[in-house]
């Protein structure tokens, strides 16, 4: 797993998503580099549950910010997160303005801008993690180069080329994909 850091000095953003263990590869990533992680999560709705999960992640050294307070918390750390990983196919609501859509799966879907505006505009090299069972308990994870630092990509550009190798990655492993997580509950809307 430590190809991925050795390979760009500087910093590095890893996008997943709801496929294969998404919780394993958050403990793996924790402890699996030389660098502190940092990964976004969304809140559940019972704070109780919320702090139960957010515990849980943070006891092998990973550093749990909410996903709205992101931005904000590496502006103010600029330059020290070194490691940075979410779970880039997160659904925006519908009123949300940081929403972009994009072709996932032969169907227009919405995705937030964030992680391609994180990595664009914050310099860093973005990376999907691309994970399948091997057998039970056992895991192997790829890191597939979307946008090195420094490459001058825009936002959308590094989203399109993580939909298009996470679709590829979806159909090779289709049975590990969540699907109950419904991507398409809405359509694009006719203007806007």
């Known amino acids: 797993m430590q190809d991925c850091l050795h390979a760009t000095p500087g910093r590095a953003l890893i996008l997943s998503s709801h496929h294969a263990n998404w919780e394993w590869l958050l403990l793996r990533c924790s402890n699996g580099f030389n660098e502190p992680l940092t990964a976004a999560y969304k809140p559940t709705r019972r704070e109780s549950v919320d702090g139960v999960l957010r515990r849980m992640r943070e006891r ?29 196919d997160q659904s925006p609501p519908a009123q949300s303005e940081q929403q972009t859509w994009i072709e996932f799966l032969g169907q227009q879907t919405s995705f937030f801008r964030g992680p391609g505006w994180i990595g664009a505009r914050l310099g860093y090299s973005v990376y999907l993690a691309a994970m399948h069972r091997e057998r039970r308990g056992h895991y192997v994870v790829r890191f597939i180069e979307l946008s090195r630092a420094g490459a001058r990509a ?10 298009q190798a996470l679709e590829q990655h979806v159909r090779q492993y289709p049975e590990l994909y969540f699907w109950a997580y419904n991507r398409w509950k809405r359509e694009k809307p006719l203007y806007g």
């Not at 992101?70 to 490691?83: H, I």
């Not at 825009?154 to 080329?161: F, G, H, Q, V």
């Open 60 to 88: 092998s050294g990973c550093t749990m910010v909410k996903a709205g307070d992101l931005v904000p918390y590496l502006l103010e750390r600029r330059g020290k997160v070194r490691l940075l990983a979410m779970l880039a």
């Open 154 to 163: 825009e936002p959308d550009e590094i989203l399109t080329a993580y939909t």
